[in-house]
């Protein structure tokens, strides 16, 4: 597709429950990340992935989420026994260069998690 | 650590107003690039200018125009003629140093009047 595509848009989920968020990047682009939005903040750093290689998970809040992307195109971020505090925007972010900072990235819509 | 403030939480202006939306920044990197993007209430961030650390010069595109001075560590960006279709979310964005990721700000939610 022209930009990055997440789905599903919207996802409620029972607190204890397992989710998983799905990101197609634009075509080609070599980086990805994951953001957190909560409501009324700025993004806040999940991770980042260049190609298939996860080089940086310091932003994971616990080790109840986990992200992959094991061909280097297409990534789902995994949220396991999800609890009230994960409710929020996912945002996924891709861009073209992996080496240089410099390269705006490319967001999605995002997809707002509720958990009840 | 890199830090980003945006201390302006909301500003609503009437159409054709010009308005500015303040960004002070910190970092301990030499080099750093800064960034603004714009968030409408479908909900994807929109790219809006980068700029490196390098480069002080003073950028118009438009209606938009950004003021980066290194000495009050801050890129300010302004809107000249406001439009109603200007009201969305704006964020500020720092990266630097070894980071690839992204810092924003808590961002200033934008109202235009009609």
């Known amino acids: 597709g022209a930009g990055v595509s997440q789905s599903p848009r919207y996802k409620v989920a029972k607190r204890g429950q397992d989710v998983a968020l799905r990101c197609d990047p634009i075509?080609?682009?070599?980086?990805l990340f994951w953001y957190q939005q909560a409501l009324g903040q700025g993004p806040e750093f999940l991770t980042y992935?260049?190609?298939?290689?996860?080089?940086?998970k310091s932003g994971l809040p616990s080790d109840r989420f986990f992200a992959e992307r094991p061909e280097g195109s297409v990534s789902t971020l995994k949220i396991q026994r999800t609890q009230q505090e994960d409710s929020a925007v996912y945002l996924c972010?891709?861009?073209?260069?992996?080496?240089?900072?410099?390269?705006?990235?490319?967001f999605g819509q995002g997809t707002r998690l509720t958990v009840v | 650590a890199q830090k980003v403030t945006q201390a302006q939480t909301e500003i609503s202006v009437v159409e054709k107003e010009d308005v500015t939306l303040d960004c002070v920044y910190e970092?301990?990197?030499?080099?750093?690039?800064l960034f603004w993007y714009k968030q409408p209430p479908s909900g994807e961030l929109v790219f809006l200018i980068r700029?490196?650390?390098?480069?002080?010069q003073n950028e118009i595109s438009g209606r938009y125009s950004w003021n980066f001075q290194k000495s009050t560590s801050s890129f300010n960006f302004t809107i000249t003629a406001s439009q109603v279709v200007d009201s969305a979310v704006y964020f500020c964005?720092?990266?630097?140093?070894?980071?690839?990721?992204?810092?924003f700000g808590s961002g200033t939610q934008l109202t235009v009047l009609p």
């Open positions: 972010a891709s861009s073209s260069r992996g080496a240089r900072r410099d390269t705006e990235a490319f």
């Open positions: 075509s080609g682009h070599v980086s």
């Open positions: 992935f260049q190609n298939e290689a996860q080089l940086d």
């Open positions: 970092t301990r990197d030499t080099t750093y690039y």
């Open positions: 700029r490196n650390s390098f480069d002080e």
């Open positions: 964005a720092l990266t630097g140093g070894s980071a690839r990721q992204l810092t």
